[in-house]
């Protein structure tokens, strides 16, 4: 077991007082709902500007062999992106705060709570974040008819895997980053994904190479996980979105419980 605990990330032993982590997050928004309700608009202006202004310019899109309006091929391109913005500034901005300023989680560690509880309680609290954007986003959506498949209704547990992508692997970067000034490279990362991951243009309308490019990216395979489910195009290919998430989740929250297990107990 000592030898299993060495090799094995620190957060396969933690994970059962978690929920103490969310449960403080929660007491500290009570009073600053509107700092995590705001993140919604940011897409949902782009939605209106974009998918019902320029959409009413550009029609259809075909996707698929199949010619959808441009509206219904850009929502759930956001709802990816609101789902990855909502995950990654939490787990970014406020986890650096927490451990290099405010010292919270020194404190923590001085009770029965570990290093693997923080690592997923934190990202926990950034995928419940992620969520809440993803959820209303939806409602929108549906309720100006931009789902136009039955399958939409696992456009939400899709997003929550986007969120758990981006949550962990935004934490384990935190873990790296010494200044402020690190995080110019969240915003040099987060818009070229927003911007070119099949978000407002087919894939088929990039360079190959480039194409080649934007099929490797997270977000991308967000964007087509969730416009698939939302657009009817199910298809055993979908399982490589979810596999790539799932993975990238994964692999981010066993380096956040390894970084935080060498930065709090050393």
């Known amino acids: ?48 500007s974009i998918g019902l202004g320029i959409g009413a310019l550009v029609g259809g899109v075909a996707v698929d062999g199949r010619e959808i309006p441009y509206t219904a091929f850009v929502a759930p391109a956001l709802l990816a ?8 500034y939490d787990s970014t901005f406020n986890v650096f705060f927490k451990l290099n300023y405010a ?86 990362v987060i818009l070229p994904l927003f911007l070119f991951s099949a978000t407002f243009y087919p894939l088929a309308t990039y360079p190959e190479p480039l194409r080649t490019l934007v099929q490797l990216t997270p977000l991308y395979h967000g964007v087509d996980l969730i416009r698939g489910l939302t657009t009817g195009n199910v298809g055993p290919g979908l399982l490589v979105h979810v596999v790539y998430l799932l993975a990238m989740g994964l692999a981010g929250l066993a380096i956040t419980s390894r970084r935080l297990e060498r930065l709090l107990l050393k």
Request: aromatic share 12%; no cysteine.
């Open 103 to 188: 010292k919270t989680y020194d404190a923590i560690l001085s009770t029965p709570v570990g290093v693997g509880d923080v690592a997923l309680g934190e990202i926990g609290w950034a995928l419940i974040r992620g969520g809440i954007y993803a959820a209303a986003f939806l409602v929108v959506m549906v309720a100006l008819g931009m789902a136009l498949s039955p399958w939409a209704a696992l456009a939400f547990p899709a997003a929550l895997l986007v969120g758990f992508a981006f949550g962990a692997a935004g934490m384990a970067a935190t873990s790296f980053m010494r200044t402020w000034q690190d995080f110019d490279l969240v915003q040099l």
């Open 1 to 48: 077991m000592t030898l299993l605990a060495r090799v094995a990330p620190p957060v396969l032993f933690g994970g059962r007082r978690a929920g103490l982590l969310i449960e403080r997050n929660l007491l500290v928004y009570r009073r600053g709902w509107l700092v995590i309700v705001s993140g919604f608009f940011e897409p949902l202006f782009y939605l209106l």
């Open 81 to 88: 992106s609101s789902a990855m913005n909502g995950a990654i």
